[in-house]
């Protein structure tokens, strides 16, 4: 392990001064590789896909693991995105003159090593490879047992290019010892490593959370919420509802809870019953939902509790304040919605509301780096520094002072 992480340091020497129509052209080399590759991608996910049925993975789980040939179609796309973004090192973020005649610039640079460990879904490791070759970073990755076969793959294509066009295959690289001992290890070693990313379940993010001596980025749960307020279009208000929840119910930006405004409950409540009935959705509510239609009675625990599979919990509140209370208590501060006509309640839910992403008229579905124009993220931050939402290639990059003088002393 040590010698890896000595390796991977080496490397970033390497990454960081890449050219960027350099980085752009391995990246398109990247994508057509993998969109090759399909069938052996397919094979090895299919060694993954019997594996979660022998264990009784959840249909949530078995979901975010599968890759056929329109989810490789996608990942080769994501990395062509990717190509394409601007290039991120080297940016003059700002620059003035001091008052002593001294030019200071403030220029991005990329972060260094990043460790990302995640869990389930294996396009993660062509994104966020790509995304930190891109930004000028090292990638040490950690993906789920789960998805052992199709990760060592789709990391082997990309290896496969890098070495191709002469450049060390530790620029992209996963994690040798994948064992809850390696990620120890991995999390501490803060001589090698610069930034952890890791992204997954409640238990992940506290663990690493809590014993990493390396700087964190969380990728915490999400706990996202829908408000439909008294003056929403209703027709609006259920279609941004249903797919919020039931487009695809096992992801972090996936509605958990929705409030509704008790002026309207007696009309919203039995068509939003009617329309997750149609999509089979578990409705559970508190008592004032259940007055007006039949569902299974919401506790504490509900509202508080990042399902991730077709489960959706109600509650009638009393109007913008009470909604914005209950968000406050149980958010996840990841992404929350309102759907709403009156400007005045949009914009009070949009500036007091504190998360990384707050819509108005929108699902909660679109907090991605693909949706947000990224190409791909590293994960969707919770965090307040540094990064909050998708981490996209910016997010990436730290920044140094340049100064240039012609003799100056102080």
Known sequence: MENFLERAKRCRAVAAVLDGRRKSMILQEMAEAIA???ERIKEANSLD????????????????LLLDDKRIAAMAKSLKEIAALREPVGRVIDGWRNEDNLRIEKVSVPIGVIGVIYESRPNVTADVGALCFKSGNVAILKGGKEAENSNRVIAEIMQGVLE???LPKELISMLPDSSREGVAYLIRQDRYVDLIVPRGGEALIRYVSSNATVPVVKHDKGLCHTYIHEDADKEMALNIAINAKCDRPGVCNAMETLLVDRAIAMEMLPMIYDGFLEMGTELRGDESTREHIDVSPASEEDYDTEYLANILSIKVVD????????ITKYGSGHSEAIVTENYSAAESFLERVDAACVYV??????TDGGAFGFGAEVGISTNRLHARGPMGIDELTTYKYKIYGNGQVR
Do not use: C, V, W, Y
Request: avoid cysteine; glycine fraction near 6%.
């Open 36 to 38: 090759d590759s399909r």
């Open 49 to 64: 896909m019997q594996r979660a049925e022998k264990e009784s993975l959840s249909p949530a789980l078995k979901d975010r």
């Open 164 to 166: 191709k066009n002469g």
């Open 319 to 326: 109007g913008l304040d009470e909604a914005i209370e209950h």
């Open 361 to 366: 008229n929108a699902s909660t579905r679109f």
